[in-house]
């Protein structure tokens, strides 16, 4: 009898373990239903958005400054950027670790943005035109008037007054267009987050 009492034990013990196995394997198919397929809608939305990013870049890349740029020339307009992107919330521009021959579209979308703000402000003579924009020098001149702008108190007070907008994509020939925004409210986001997940 003392025998038999231990292999009671042990078969009880494998019905336990069999049950844990058990329960592992119906709590592993909750998670996959909880992570089950977007709805078609949320597919529709998502899809659009991605539509209207892709189409922005392809704009922006269209009038990007295109010359001979240096890293060193690059970075000189990415440290005078830097001094302005604060003032709308956004977070500093990565520095760039090799010269190229056009600038990135984020880069010019946050370059148009910020010229936007100095037209609205009144203040078009530090407007940066990219059209002039096709060599180290031109990087450099660019910088020169963003560091000038990020110390006016008159601009910094302007912004503080304003919400400033999402940039106008250019449309084919330079000319500006309707702004591409995808349909903030449908996709449960307000429109300021959703500018913030357009410039990152």
Known sequence: MARGIPMEMGAKGASMKGDEKGMGKSMSVEVEIEKGPMEPEEEELMGKAKELDDMEEEAYGAVAPQGDFSA??????????????PMFGIPDYERFSEGMTTLPPKFVKLLTMVNEAVSAAGMDDMVIDLATITDDKGLKMAAGKLRSLAGKADFKRFLRSERPEAPTAPAPGGMPEAPMAAPAAAMGMSEEDLMMSRLS
């Not at 060193?72 to 992107?85: E, M, S, Y």
């Open 72 to 85: 060193g020339g690059l970075n000189a307009l990415v440290d005078g950027l830097n001094t302005v992107l």
